[in-house]
């Protein structure tokens, strides 16, 4: 599990921490601040962040604290092929078949723990509105009293029938992917109409209160189109923007989708202006905070795909740890391998895999 730094951004990592020793005080700064809502009613979490804090490497891998988030990969087909994304990665095997979670596979898996969850996001690698049980699903999440459900979608199969649909099952929030204020960046990384999905949006919010976000991935096309987001949100009525830097799932891709040398300078910058236009028009903000050394998601964020495999990470779904229907959610939450890589984590000794995919940065 842990490995040397091999792949891209692997000299520029060492590089760093040679030069960068691990400081106490530092380690969780920049995370704590994503996870406002669950941290804050998940006691066993914030005392999991605390020791986390003030032992840092020298702090347990194991977690007496249930995940203050989960994400449960209701599908992993899809309707579209965006280049970034790692459903369609090129040069490597998907290890996960192309497949729906049944119902009593979900049900399974959230038995016994439910009540312990605050956020619970119905989606993975693929498009959560092609699983032909994602309205039975919410509506059971809903029943189980999980305060916030919410999935994230590209938006092209949001109809008037299935945004009827997610409105009588009572979603809690909508997260739609936009990458571009306009169809020609738009058309790059999503290869489909944008009119139509902010239409799709527009109908959703007209007959619901569901809030809506925009998931935005800025990459090297869509950059220009980062400024110009917040006037798209107001436009479909969208309350909150989130802005993800690209993530390297597939090397080939680095010459036409990841942020060159000059972006990565003017990350910071972007992201201030992005935030600032946010604000006067009266729109939450989440960006990625640029610099990234430390990670703290496998203590907090549990990750579930279509077969049940809880992997170490949403960002890391194609390396199943333990199985959750084999085993039960705590067990599999706390088996050797996760907490394996957890210790890598807090060692800094970074698994390849999180240096592969260029999560840890610093711009
Ligand atoms: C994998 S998609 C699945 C949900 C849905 N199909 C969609 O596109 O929103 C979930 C999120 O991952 C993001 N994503 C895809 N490839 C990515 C990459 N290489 N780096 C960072 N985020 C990525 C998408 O933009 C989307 O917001
Ligand atoms: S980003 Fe979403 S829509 Fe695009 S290929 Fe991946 S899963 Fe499908």
Not at 6 to 17: F, N, Q, S, T, V
Not at 167 to 187: C, H, K
Not at 262 to 283: F, P, S, W
Not at 326 to 345: I, Q, T, Y
Request: charged share 25%.
């Amino acid at each position: 599990m842990i490995s040397e730094p091999k792949g891209l951004h692997a000299e520029d990592l060492r590089r760093r921490e040679s030069r960068r020793p691990l400081r106490r005080h530092h380690f969780l700064v920049p995370s704590i601040r994503n996870f406002p809502l669950g941290v804050r009613r998940n006691p066993p979490a914030l005392v999991k962040l605390a020791e986390l804090k003030l032992l840092g490497k020298g702090a347990n891998p194991y977690c007496y604290n249930y995940p203050v988030g989960v994400q449960i990969e209701t599908t992993s087909r899809c309707n579209l092929t965006c280049p970034m994304c790692p459903t369609h990665k090129v040069g490597s095997e998907v290890k996960t078949k192309k497949t729906d979670m049944p119902t009593s596979d979900f049900k399974a898996i959230l038995e016994d723990w439910s009540k312990r969850i605050f956020t619970l996001h119905l989606f993975g690698r693929g498009e959560p509105l092609l699983a032909k049980n994602i309205f039975e699903l919410i509506d059971y999440s809903n029943q189980l009293g999980i305060p916030h459900v919410s999935i994230t979608t590209n938006g092209v199969l949001l109809d008037q029938k299935r945004a009827q649909e997610l409105n009588r099952v009572g979603l809690s929030e909508l997260r739609v992917s936009i990458d571009g204020a306009d169809q020609s960046t738009y058309e790059k990384i999503r290869g489909t109409d944008l009119e139509q999905v902010l239409e799709n949006i527009a109908f959703l919010r007209s007959i619901s209160d569901i809030p809506v976000s925009v998931n935005f991935l800025l990459t090297r096309q869509t950059w220009d189109s980062a400024l110009k987001m917040p006037e798209v949100l107001e436009r479909i009525g969208a309350h909150c923007l989130r802005l993800f830097p690209v993530v390297t799932y597939d090397e080939s891709m680095a010459d036409g989708i990841y942020l060159d040398q000059e972006q990565q300078g003017k990350y910071a910058k972007l992201i201030g202006q992005v935030q600032r236009e946010c604000k006067q028009r009266g729109k939450f903000f989440i960006g990625h905070n640029p610099v990234v050394r430390e990670c703290i998601l496998p203590f907090l964020l549990a990750y579930i795909d279509v077969e049940g495999n809880l992997t170490p990470c949403c960002r890391i779904e194609d390396h199943p740890l333990c199985n959750v229907l084999e085993v039960g959610f705590f067990e599999a939450w706390n088996c050797k391998k996760m907490c394996s890589w957890r210790k890598a984590l807090l060692l800094r000794r970074f698994p390849k895999k999180c240096i592969e995919l260029n999560c840890l940065r610093e711009w």
